[in-house]
């Protein structure tokens, strides 16, 4: 299976942004499939810029209503109606700045469905939590609990120690950490939950990406910062397995 380079542009990017780096994307033959998700507003720009490539469009974040009095929410069906296919759910900054519990990521995972949208679920420890050789109790639980029944989404293991911060887990970390996962998935999806993608997330750079994706279980990287340029975030796509 290719493996799924996806760009977290988080609250980054204006308007004027989105004709160059799409056309950069599209420019380019990597071996991976490209997803990029940049904030709401510049969705459907983005769509407009990426028709007719094979480069898939996604959100950062639905509300679990499919409509209603939320007031500065944004619903899944309006996500799909924008041109995404995919939308990121649970990033840990969600879960710090908006209190966004397992249950609520599992609503709102719910309602990305139900759209037709494919989520991708982040779980992660913190370093307090890794520290205490808690982490393996922490990402199963977020699994178990912020998955809906027969989910058949991407999963995004991101140690919240190392987003934005350039630090990375050891290979051995890393690859520990995905077979736990998997397990995890097996047993609570069963033959389905051995299929699903399980990106890596967490300060991939041009430089350390051909190392991490070539880790077993490895299905791709979930990339912030380095997703901002496109010569990087090509450049991380150039090191994914084909295959
Ligand atoms: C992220 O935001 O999901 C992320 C992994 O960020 P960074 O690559 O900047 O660490």
């Known amino acids: 299976m290719r493996q799924v380079i996806a760009g977290n542009w ?26 990029i998700c940049p904030p709401f507003l510049l969705l459907e720009r983005f769509a407009a810029a990426l028709a007719g490539t094979d480069i898939a469009l996604g959100a950062q974040d639905c509300h679990w209503a499919a409509r209603g009095a939320h007031t500065g ?17 649970g990033h840990s900054e969600r879960r710090a ?26 779980v992660g420890e913190t370093e307090a939590e890794r520290d205490a050789g808690e982490a393996a109790d922490i990402v199963t639980t977020q699994l178990r609990h912020s998955l809906p029944d027969g989910f058949a989404g991407l999963i995004a293991y991101e140690p919240v120690w190392a987003i934005g911060t350039g630090r990375t887990p050891g290979a051995d970390d890393i690859t520990a950490m995905h077979a736990t996962i998997r397990a995890a998935l097996a047993a609570q999806l069963g033959e389905a939950g051995r299929a699903l993608p399980i990106l890596y997330g967490g300060s991939v750079k041009p430089d350390n990406a051909a190392a991490i994706l070539a880790l077993p279980e490895v299905g791709g990287a979930l990339v912030g910062g380095a997703s901002l340029q496109a010569a990087d975030f090509l450049a991380i796509a150039a090191s994914a397995r084909g295959h």
């Open 10 to 35: 988080k609250m980054h990017g204006r308007p004027d942004d989105v004709s160059a780096y799409a056309a950069a994307l599209a420019a380019a033959a990597p071996p991976a499939t490209l997803l």
């Open 73 to 89: 929410d944004i619903a899944a069906p309006m996500l799909a109606q924008a041109g995404a296919s995919h939308v990121i759910l």
């Open 97 to 122: 700045d908006h209190a966004e519990s397992n249950a609520i990521v599992r609503a709102k995972a719910q309602a990305a469905i139900a759209a037709g949208l494919t989520p991708i679920i982040c």
